[in-house]
């Protein structure tokens, strides 16, 4: 079995980007070059890695077998590169990845709890980007989001190492001087015809931004992904928008949250995952200040 680096860079990227295309991008490829990795590198093993499907590339079990390994064989040639070019660092490195969401509420106190021998790199995302970022091995951690009945992120085998960091209630953010100045809550059937400021949405990831469950089409009038973009819009009196109830601490001037009405509480579990295995005592102090400020 002669499996070359590049080949197993190209499996990690097409397994965290989810395409040959994307996964081109990332590395400078073009994608037919990526194409030919790919083939390359299952003519190596004998097996089938990538299962092409409508919505992008899967790795198949044997490619998740192989992706195992490639962590480790990677990491041991950036570790071979450091020491060869006296490049060592001197802080134990942990890159979290965290929902938009987690990045003023949580990440914050979090960091600040961690002690000067852990340097943390961070990246926004996602839950199924940063889920496909773990297993690709470019993250150590990451905080997402799930919602009830909270199955598992995803079927692939290991199962992630997931732990519970808190429950927050989704409610709907207004302007404080709009149609719902003064008020606490909101029935559900006065959001129907509402004009909603949301996140933009993918075949494989929800619309964000909008009260789930509202009949027919909701009506979008901005789209952006930025929170702080939404909640300014929001103050300005141009939507609404959803969010976790644990960022009133953080909102800006003239914005309101309100808990709805004649619908059942839609609840947010913030977690924190990591690949299964045992971790270093960096990822374990990250984690627990994760878990302890949240």
Known sequence: MDIS???????RQIAE????????????????????????????VGTTLFERRPDGVQLTPSG???????????????????ELTGTVPQTELVRLGAVLSAGAAILPA??????????V????????????????????????????PHRPFDGDSPRLHVETVADTELVVAVSSTGEFAGRTTVHV??????????????????????WPGLPGRPRVIHSARDWLTKLH???????????????????????????VDGAPP????????????????????????????A
């Open 189 to 210: 059937d006065e959001l129907v015809d509402a004009a909603w400021i949301a996140t933009p949405s993918s075949s494989s990831e929800a619309l964000l931004g909008v």
């Open 17 to 44: 980007s989810g395409s040959f295309t994307a996964a081109a991008a990332r590395l400078g490829y073009t994608q037919s070059a990526i194409s030919r990795q790919a083939a390359a590198l299952e003519r190596s």
């Open 121 to 148: 790199t961070t990246r926004e995302g996602t839950t199924p980007t940063l889920i496909r970022a773990l297993r690709a091995g470019s993250l150590d951690l990451a905080v997402l989001t799930s919602r009830p």
């Open 5 to 11: 680096s590049t080949g197993l860079r190209v499996l």
């Open 266 to 293: 839609e609840i947010r579990r913030v977690l924190v995952a990591r690949l299964p295995g045992h971790p270093t005592p960096a990822i374990t102090a990250v984690t627990r200040a994760i878990t302890s400020t």
């Open 233 to 259: 819009l929001v103050a300005g009196g141009f939507g609404l928008t959803t969010v976790p109830s644990r960022l009133s601490p953080v909102l800006p001037p003239g914005v309101s949250l309100l808990h």
């Open 64 to 82: 998740l077998t192989l992706l195992r390994h490639a962590h480790t064989v990677l990491a041991s040639l950036a570790a071979a590169e450091r």
């Open 110 to 119: 979090a960091l600040a709890a961690v002690g000067p021998q852990i340097t």
